[in-house]
T-cell receptor, first 114, second 115 residues
């Protein structure tokens, strides 16, 4: 039982390049989330998927797109990377979209945009 | 307001001491307050959580104190150990999140427990 896995672990991009961050969970959870973590800013929600087939914007969605590929997988795409998107990205999942459900986080992807 | 403000930004405590991290919120409709613990290089993990209908919740050495009238809640770590050295995030579920799972996180506190 691997929990939440993320690939890649590290990535360096040049401004304007695109990339997709992959996330998968093996806990049969319905809800999945993408956060970014910046020093002094805590964790900020980018997009979430309350259930398979649905996605919605979080607090900081600009510059990102997501795809809920199936129940297990939720990807985050940067179409044209900018230095402001340098951050650590975390994917999380929860059993349902109930407000009190525990969110389980992956190990993160450290992204640098030059 | 949908913010959660956390303090201090960093904290150094001697082994065996008490670590205290504070959070404040403005929207009285927030209704669930979890704390997450993050070790370096890892993702956050749920540590302990409280609902606003109780004033305190204790799990082992970790206690959440909740003051609804002041709109504040805090994490107390008793008998702090070097293994508690981590970043701690408070969070709150904003109103209307019942079917979304959204959390608003505080800014984080980096705790160092010295041997």
């Amino acid at each position: 039982n691997a929990g939440v896995t993320q690939t890649p672990k590290f990535q360096v991009l040049k401004t304007g390049q695109s990339m997709t961050l992959q996330c998968a969970q093996d806990m049969n959870h319905n809800s999945m989330y993408w956060y970014r973590q910046d020093p002094g800013m805590g964790l900020r929600l980018i997009y979430y998927s309350a259930s398979e087939g649905t996605t919605d914007k979080g607090e900081v969605p600009n510059g990102y797109n997501v795809s809920r590929l199936n129940k297990r997988e939720f990807s985050l795409r940067l179409e044209s990377a900018a230095p402001s998107q340098t951050s650590v990205y975390f994917c999380a999942s929860s059993e349902s979209s109930g407000g009190t459900d525990t969110q389980y986080f992956g190990p993160g992807t450290r992204l640098t945009v030059l | 307001q949908q913010q959660v403000k956390q303090s201090p930004q960093s904290l150094i405590v001697q082994k065996g001491g008490i670590s205290i991290i504070n959070c404040a919120y403005e929207n009285t409709a927030f209704d669930y307050f979890p704390w997450y613990q993050q070790f370096p290089g890892k993702g956050p993990a749920l540590l302990i959580a409280i609902r606003p209908d109780v004033s305190e919740k204790k799990e082992g050495r970790f206690t959440i104190s909740f003051n609804k009238s002041a709109k504040q809640f805090s994490l107390h770590i008793m008998d702090s150990q070097p293994g508690d050295s981590a970043t701690y995030f408070c969070a709150a579920t904003p109103p209307g999140s019942g079917n979304t799972g959204k959390l608003i996180f505080g800014q984080g506190t980096t705790l160092q427990v010295k041997p």
